[in-house]
């Protein structure tokens, strides 16, 4: 192993520390925030307005992020999102139960908005580290590396939901904060192992390129958001409240089953590549292939809803279509951050990717509000209904893509799913 190959293999692994520690504190303050809440009597759309500015900051942090971070350096953006979710896990542990609740929600939603910052700048670094590290003629080590983070990621952050649900119930809500925050601290200490200039370009980028995006961009970006906002309009308040409030599961059943869920999506996610070239006869996914599974996973919410309108037993209908629903879900996201590749060109991929993932947010975003008031009006059954509406509407704006141009340089690899 040559000195160049060798430094490459230490800032990979330096990236992924920072980038898990990160992931684990990420999944369990949001199941910390989710359950406490819920217990001390919030309403669902009480605690999807926590959550408001998380997304909202995210989508302005995902905007901006590569731009920021092709001005300052990625090491800068990387810990600089460690940083400020320290300063939230901090100041979420000062929350007082005495004040008046529209000034909790308020101080609770402005940590939350650190916390989102955080949460993007972190993501936007860390991936655009692991292209750094590997040559671009690499292609095959590029799609190993690039596999392993991002299905160790999603894998951790069901590991975080589950700490998040452990650390309530053993320590309470404060220290919880406080033990996650010198968790994190301490990984701030390995910055000072990385190079100062990772991702910094000469050229200074105009901040009205972020704008300029292809049609078939505009397109996977607009189903993504539809895409995204079907699993967040019953996953993120709709179903832990249910699981916790009408089925009465604890919080270690409910923040263990979420976590399993979540673990087992990610390891989908790692394998969706290899699978699908199955499907598709060791072919790259074309525009048939992703409007293929887009259908299909229509039908899942659906069939959940109408299992829990009948007399099966609810707990085994959520299980088993949670299931199918995060199988062909990972499929799906996989398909589109291979396709999201294989319609740019390499010059545009930081702006493109930046772009496209600010959909992504503004979809988590309407999922999430949507969660909490479509819970409180309709329950579960009617946030699964509107998460099929929306995988619809996802399909139809995918009927509208064109095939991708052969591009031999461009890995074929699994999404991230965030």
């Given at each position: 192993?040559?000195?160049?190959?060798?430094?490459?293999?230490?800032?990979?692994?330096?990236?992924?520390?920072a980038?898990?520690?990160?992931?684990?504190?990420?999944?369990?303050?949001r199941?910390?925030?989710?359950?406490y809440?819920?217990?001390?009597?919030?309403?669902?759309?009480?605690?999807?307005?926590?959550?408001?500015?998380?997304?909202?900051?995210?989508?302005?942090?995902?905007?901006?992020?590569?731009?920021?971070?092709?001005?300052?350096?990625?090491?800068?953006?990387?810990?600089?999102?460690?940083?400020?979710?320290?300063?939230?896990?901090?100041?979420?542990?000062?929350?007082?139960?005495d004040?008046?609740?529209?000034?909790?929600?308020?101080?609770?939603?402005?940590?939350?908005?650190?916390?989102?910052?955080?949460?993007?700048?972190?993501?936007?670094?860390?991936?655009?580290?692991?292209?750094?590290?590997?040559?671009?003629?690499?292609?095959?080590?590029?799609?190993?590396?690039?596999?392993?983070?991002?299905?160790?990621?999603?894998?951790?952050?069901g590991?975080?939901?589950?700490?998040?649900?452990?650390?309530?119930?053993?320590?309470?809500?404060?220290?919880?904060?406080?033990?996650?925050?010198?968790?994190?601290?301490?990984?701030?200490?390995?910055?000072?192992?990385?190079?100062?200039?990772?991702?910094?370009?000469?050229?200074?980028?105009?901040?009205?390129?972020?704008?300029?995006?292809?049609?078939?961009?505009?397109?996977?970006?607009l189903?993504?958001f539809?895409?995204?906002?079907s699993?967040?309009?019953?996953?993120?308040?709709?179903?832990?409240?249910?699981?916790?409030?009408?089925?009465?599961?604890?919080?270690?059943?409910?923040?263990?089953?979420?976590?399993?869920?979540?673990?087992?999506?990610?390891?989908?996610?790692?394998?969706?590549?290899?699978?699908?070239?199955?499907?598709?006869?060791?072919?790259?996914?074309?525009?048939?292939?992703?409007?293929?599974w887009?259908?299909?996973?229509?039908?899942?919410?659906?069939?959940?809803?109408?299992?829990?309108?009948?007399?099966?037993?609810?707990?085994?209908?959520?299980?088993?279509?949670?299931?199918?629903?995060?199988?062909?879900?990972?499929?799906n996201?996989?398909?589109?951050?291979?396709?999201?590749?294989?319609?740019?060109?390499?010059?545009?991929?930081?702006?493109?990717?930046?772009?496209?993932?600010?959909?992504?947010?503004?979809g988590?975003?309407?999922?999430?509000?949507?969660?909490?008031l479509i819970?409180?009006?309709?329950?579960?059954?009617?946030?699964?209904?509107?998460?099929?509406?929306?995988?619809?509407a996802?399909?139809?704006?995918?009927?509208?893509?064109?095939?991708?141009?052969?591009?031999?340089a461009?890995?074929?690899?699994?999404?991230?799913?965030?």
């Open positions: 192993m040559t000195a160049t190959q060798a430094a490459n293999v230490k800032n990979y692994a330096l990236v992924t520390l980038y898990w520690g990160f992931t684990l504190t990420d999944g369990a303050l199941m910390l925030v989710l359950l809440f819920n217990e001390i009597g919030y309403t669902p759309l009480e605690i999807a307005f926590l959550f408001l500015f998380y997304e909202i900051f995210g989508i302005v942090t995902n905007f901006l992020g590569g731009w920021i971070g092709s001005q300052l350096g990625l090491k800068v953006t990387l810990y600089a999102g460690i940083a400020l979710q320290v300063v939230a896990l901090l100041m979420l542990s000062f929350l007082n139960r004040w008046a609740q529209w000034f909790a929600v308020l101080y609770v939603m402005v940590s939350q908005a650190f916390s989102g910052i955080a949460k993007d700048l972190t993501k936007m670094s860390s991936k655009s580290a692991i292209r750094l590290v590997v040559p671009q003629e690499a292609q095959s080590s590029l799609f190993k590396w690039v596999a392993v983070l991002t299905g160790s990621k999603n894998a951790l952050k590991v975080g939901f589950f700490l998040g649900a452990a650390l309530l119930s053993l320590f309470g809500f404060e220290r919880s904060l406080w033990i996650m925050a010198a968790g994190l601290a301490l990984i701030l200490l390995t910055g000072f192992f990385l190079p100062s200039g990772m991702g910094k370009i000469k050229s200074k980028v105009k901040f009205t390129q972020l704008f300029s995006k292809s049609r078939e961009i505009n397109i996977l970006s189903a993504r539809f895409l995204f906002g699993r967040d309009v019953w996953f993120v308040v709709g179903l832990p409240v249910f699981l916790r409030s009408v089925l009465g599961w604890s919080f270690f059943q409910a923040g263990g089953f979420l976590a399993c869920w979540v673990i087992g999506y990610g390891m989908i996610q790692f394998l969706a590549p290899s699978l699908l070239r199955r499907f598709n006869g060791n072919q790259p996914p074309r525009a048939a292939t992703i409007q293929f887009t259908l299909v996973l229509t039908v899942v919410p659906a069939a959940i809803a109408l299992g829990l309108t009948t007399n099966l037993p609810p707990d085994a209908v959520i299980v088993v279509g949670l299931m199918l629903f995060g199988i062909i879900f990972a499929f996201s996989a398909v589109h951050s291979y396709l999201v590749l294989a319609f740019t060109d390499d010059d545009k991929v930081a702006l493109n990717v930046g772009f496209y993932y600010m959909a992504n947010s503004a988590r975003l309407a999922g999430t509000v949507l969660s909490g819970y409180q009006l309709f329950g579960l059954v009617g946030c699964l209904w509107v998460s099929s509406l929306f995988v619809l996802a399909w139809l704006i995918e009927l509208r893509l064109p095939d991708p141009k052969p591009m031999p461009v890995a074929w690899k699994g999404g991230d799913g965030d």
